[in-house]
């Protein structure tokens, strides 16, 4: 199953290394990582999106998540309401016959053209994974030349539903 | 003339506040009470050579002869006195050749401040002389690291090294110091408070999971304790024997938890595991509740997890939660210090179910299948061998090994009764580790009788630090268990892969005795068991050094045994006494 944990570490040199080293030390399947500053001077985010078999591993990663030294609070957030975004950029092959007719598939997806050349064009989308997908998805009969994917950055929404789903992120005993 | 004088004497105050930053790593080890060095020099810590040369012997260095040797050695000092071990080395190949040592410390959570050199900050990640990623190296095999980037950070990041290798659940922390940091000189003196938000080790545990304990073992019909490293650590043996002696429970431990619990007690029923005792492994398979105290469950004493303490609840406390429920699901969590759990549980007087039939018959295991060995007419037996020990050291000696058989006679047959006197490589398994960690115990604990229980294969790898042994007089009994084989190795390839001894009888061994003495150091062989008496008397009533070349049964093996694989009430090789 696919979860989405966050981590808030302290931007100490190496700390990518630490967390990804320890992650492919114990085996755990990521998906994605995004790590980027936050609101607080020295204090990084990253999210992580791991595939894992079942609940105890991922109680076993958050666990060996909060025992790095640099990583200040980690959390599953994927029972909760949350927001959760990537970007993407998709180069995508287009002659003047196709241009008007990719214009008209990425409207919907809130898609932006980046630039425009001869025989392409580059195009931006934000949303979550299964958007992104969609997208590339509809825009493969074009041939898509190159794609990148940030992976996912999420946060949990200012209001959650009354019901909440257990928290595995921080489990306290 | 008057002022001439005191301009002088400002300067010389000055100069006096002048200090290299090597200078103010030696007065950090000085300021931690660090009285015992493992070390050896090297291009990129010079400066710290020539400080610690200023500094007129603030605390005793010793150098051995392999940088292995020297982590080993910390990692005995540190198992037997509780402080922290402290090594310092050179940058690449000296920092490299410590990388076992380090990820044993880590295996085994023993509190080792590893200081490595490195070279200077202009000319890191240019392979330059002696360079060596020594953070890349050593992140996964430490609990923390730290390269050291700015003179002003040094005595900052020392304290917080000994803090975290020290506290919480103990482990090696690695600081590596570019060469021109320890020459950096300056006047100013810097913050020692360092500031670790992320790193808060639960110590007290929640009241809540204790009660929940205390009433699953008000409940338990069939309860059994296991012991582990924890207790030792928490120096909690003497909470763990009130809190047995209390309720009644009979007591397994770990292969490092062997000490935390008298061996000789009654309710002791001895290591538990792949080559744990019959009664031990049994109480564990029929338990209705375990209380883990301080063990991580490893696969060595679990065996196959789906046979393991299958009818039982099972409470786990770990100072260390990610230990909890990583290998054997776990009804009952406590995070938190051994000793603060167990007066915890001390503190609340449960009524408890009536045990008495199954404290009988666990008993009964213990009477009718005990470790067993036969004896041949003439050659020396291993596991007789070690019982000899025993009697001769009265059971007191601090017992250093390396890995393999002997390592598991020593668990076997030497009845450990006290805390802190069993230094083994547990979890990584490391040859070689008898040697230097006798060195480091010796040097801890300079009063106690240490022996070393090596095979002739694991002394070979580190025989070099015989020529610390004699440097300093260190009075360690050195036994070789020969058997002129990878014993373990040959055991397993008899037994599972149809006797093809592929490189595992050691055919050309040195002449260990001659070795000895090659050295400077007593030699003795003894081949026959009817020589054992009489030289085992000679060997500890020697005041110094002794090697002994102990020719025993090349084929024995080690049992019990549970195969790889296998359930633990699916033992080997279990006897029942004929009475």
Request: glycine residues 8%; negative net charge; contains cysteine.
């Amino acid at each position: 199953m696919q979860r989405i944990i966050t981590a808030t570490v302290q931007n100490s040199s190496g700390v990518l290394n630490r967390i990804t080293g320890m992650l492919s030390k114990r085996a755990f399947n990521i998906e994605s990582i995004t790590v980027g500053t936050s609101e607080i001077e020295g204090i990084s985010k990253m999210t992580f999106v791991v595939d894992v078999s079942d609940e105890s591993k991922i109680e076993q990663l958050t666990k060996q998540l909060n025992k790095q030294i640099d990583v200040l609070k980690v959390n599953d957030i994927t029972d909760y309401s949350i927001v959760a975004r990537e970007l993407a950029l998709i180069k995508v092959g287009s002659t003047s016959a196709t241009r008007s007719e990719i214009q008209g598939i990425i409207e919907p997806f809130r898609a932006r053209v980046l630039d425009i050349s001869r025989d392409s064009m580059i195009i931006e989308v934000t949303g979550k994974p299964d958007k992104v997908e969609a997208l590339a998805d509809l825009l493969q009969p074009y041939g898509i030349i190159e794609l990148k994917r940030t992976g996912v950055t999420a946060f949990r929404r200012g209001k959650q539903p009354r019901q909440q789903v257990q928290d595995f992120g921080s489990i306290s005993i | 003339m008057k002022t001439q004088t005191q301009n002088e004497m400002k300067i010389e105050e000055q100069e006096q506040k002048l200090r290299t930053g090597a200078d103010l790593f030696i007065e950090s080890l000085v300021e931690q009470n660090v009285d015992t060095v493992f070390g050896y020099p090297g291009g990129a810590v010079l400066p710290i050579y020539d400080a610690l040369h200023r500094a007129e012997a603030p605390f005793q260095h010793i150098l051995c002869r392999h940088e292995q040797g020297l982590i080993h050695a910390a990692e005995g000092y540190a198992r037997v006195t509780g402080k922290p071990g402290v090594v310092i080395a050179t940058s690449g190949p000296g920092a490299t050749n410590l990388v076992t040592g380090i990820t044993d410390a880590m295996m085994d959570s023993l509190p080792v401040v590893v200081f490595t050199g490195q070279v200077s900050t202009a000319v890191i990640g240019t392979d330059a002389f002696q360079e060596a990623d020594v953070i890349g190296i050593t992140t996964p095999i430490t609990k923390h690291n730290y390269q050291v980037t700015d003179l002003k950070e040094l005595p900052k990041v020392i304290n917080a090294a000994f803090h975290i290798a020290t506290t919480g659940r103990p482990g090696p922390v690695v600081v590596d110091i570019p060469k021109n940091i320890a020459q950096e000189i300056s006047d100013e003196s810097f913050s020692r408070d360092f500031h670790l938000p992320g790193y808060q080790p639960t110590v007290k545990p929640n009241p809540l999971q204790i009660r929940r304990l205390a009433e699953a073992l008000a409940t338990a019909k069939r309860p059994v304790l296991l012991a582990g490293a924890g207790i030792h650590f928490a120096d909690a043996d003497k909470e763990l024997l009130e809190f047995a002696e209390k309720y009644n429970l009979p007591v397994t431990t770990t292969l490092l938890g062997l000490g935390s619990f008298p061996g000789g007690h009654e309710q002791a029923l001895g290591m538990a595991g792949m080559h744990g005792s019959y009664a031990a492994n049994m109480a564990i398979y029929e338990a209705d509740l375990l209380i883990n105290i301080g063990a991580r469950f490893d696969d060595r004493l679990t065996g196959a997890l789906q046979h393991f303490a299958p009818n039982a609840k099972v409470a786990h406390v770990d100072i260390d939660p990610a230990e909890i429920g990583k290998n054997v699901e776990t009804n009952i969590p406590v995070v938190g210090d051994a000793k603060e759990a167990l007066q915890g549980l001390l503190k609340i007087d449960i009524e408890k179910e009536d045990c008495t039939e199954w404290y009988k018959s666990v008993l009964d295991n213990k009477s009718s299948s005990p470790f067993w060995f036969e004896r041949s007419d003439d050659l020396i037996s291993p596991q007789w061998l070690i019982e000899e020990l025993h009697r001769e050291t009265s059971g007191e000696a601090i017992i250093t090994t390396d890995v393999g058989q002997h390592q598991m006679w020593a668990a076997q047959f030497y009845q450990f009764n006290e805390p802190h006197k069993w230094v083994t490589s547990g979890g990584l398994g490391t040859m070689g580790f008898g040697v230097p960690a006798a060195i480091g115990a010796q040097l801890g604990r300079p009063g106690e009788t240490v022996v070393s229980i090596v095979g002739d294969g694991g002394f070979q790898m580190t025989m070099q630090e015989l020529a610390v042994i004699k440097q300093h007089q260190l009075p360690i009994k050195l036994i070789i268990v020969n058997n002129e084989a990878l014993g373990m190795v040959r055991q397993w390839q008899e037994d599972f892969y149809e006797e093809r001894y592929s490189s595992s009888l050691m055919t050309e061994n040195p002449d260990f005795v001659k070795l000895a003495e090659g050295f400077g150091i007593k030699g003795v062989r003894v081949a026959n068991e009817a020589d054992v008496p009489g030289v085992m008397k000679e060997v500890f009533s020697y005041d110094g050094p002794v090697l002994v070349d102990a020719r025993v049964q090349k084929l024995d093996k080690v049992f019990p045994m549970v195969a790889p694989g296998k359930g633990n009430h699916e033992m080997l090789g279990v006897r029942r006494c004929s009475e």
